[in-house]
């Protein structure tokens, strides 16, 4: 489950479930911020890159680029 279920104890509890609790993760999470065209590192606040479209109008937010490329790295993509 997620850390952002705010009753984890009381869904495990509606179940009839054990909750099991561990901070492991076996690929460390990268932070990244994007401003504009730029994606920022998060605790440093350094330009990592810009971002590039490959036409004027598309993708003005690089959604599709962000994913595109951490899937490439047989990364996994999660958008809300």
């Known amino acids: 489950m997620s850390a952002s279920i705010p009753n984890l104890t009381s869904l ?16 460390e999470l990268e932070l990244s911020v994007k401003v504009g065209h730029e994606l920022l590192d998060a605790s440093t606040k350094q330009v990592k890159r810009a ?8 993708d003005v937010a690089h959604l599709a680029e962000l994913c595109h490329e951490t899937i490439d790295q047989c990364g996994s993509v999660l958008v809300f």
């Open 51 to 58: 971002l590039m479209n490959a036409t004027k109008d598309a």
């Open 12 to 27: 495990a509890q509606w179940l009839f479930a054990q909750l099991y609790v561990t901070n492991f993760r076996p690929i």
